[in-house]
């Protein structure tokens, strides 16, 4: 079975710039998650979508948003990008969305770098 | 402020050695996992642990979930060039946000020959 594929593999954009992230969850899991990993660090947990509703969401700001549609695919879109912006961003599937399933499983990232 | 303090940041052997990775922390988890990650991909699931004081074993690499689930332990006995990396260890807060994992930092094991 396909993992969890993300799309682009890399993206270079200008400050100012909007950038579309895309994320396809492993085939039959609901819940996808979106995390950013800046250089040298772990993950930081962005966003939560289970049943196309955002369910949990991180210390992000508002230029950060999501959505995730009907086949459980999801997009992460960040507007007036910052030099601070670059950083692989990971997308996440899991099953089910409850208590004791928390295991998730990793895309291979996409890697922004904002010049 | 890291919710897990992972340590040591960085790990540098030979080839045959033992080592121990750890993960702390003052709160307590729903359940833990491990990952390994290669530069420029994502992590990569190797373990979920959910009960107090269970013990998981993978082929040379043991991992262990602390009695009141605020830490864990990864081993890797006879340590190989093929396991260098970083490894990670996320954990799920029961009363946080529902899908949330908690990083650590991160321990960057290099492997030599």
């Known amino acids: 079975d396909a993992g969890v594929t993300q799309s682009p593999t890399h993206l270079i954009k200008t400050r100012g710039q909007h950038v579309t992230l895309r994320c396809s969850p492993i085939?039959?899991?609901?819940?996808v998650s979106w995390y950013q990993q800046v250089l040298g660090q772990g993950p930081q947990f962005i966003f939560q979508y289970y049943e196309k509703e955002e369910r949990g969401r991180g210390n992000f700001p508002d230029r950060f948003s999501a959505r995730q549609f009907p086949n459980y695919s999801s997009e992460l879109n960040v507007n007036a990008l910052l030099l601070g912006d670059s950083a692989l961003y990971l997308c996440a599937s899991r099953p089910l969305a409850g208590w004791g399933q928390e295991t998730q499983y990793f895309g291979p990232g996409t890697r922004l770098l904002v010049l | 402020t890291q919710l897990l303090e992972q340590s040591p940041q960085f790990l540098s052997i030979q080839e045959g050695e033992n080592l121990t990775v750890y993960c702390n922390s003052s709160s307590v988890f729903s359940s833990l996992q491990w990952y390994r990650q290669e530069p420029g991909e994502g992590p990569v699931l190797l373990v979920t642990?959910?009960?107090?004081?269970e013990v998981k074993k993978l082929k040379r690499l043991t991992f262990q979930f602390g009695d009141a689930r605020k830490d864990s332990s990864l081993h890797i006995t006879a340590a190989q060039p093929g396991d260098t990396g970083l490894y990670l260890c996320?954990?799920?807060?029961?009363?946080?946000?529902?899908?949330?994992?908690?990083f650590g930092r991160g321990t960057q094991l290099t492997v030599w020959p």
């Open positions: 085939s039959g899991h609901k819940s």
């Open positions: 996320a954990g799920a807060v029961r009363g946080s946000t529902l899908g949330r994992l908690y």
């Open positions: 642990v959910v009960t107090g004081g």
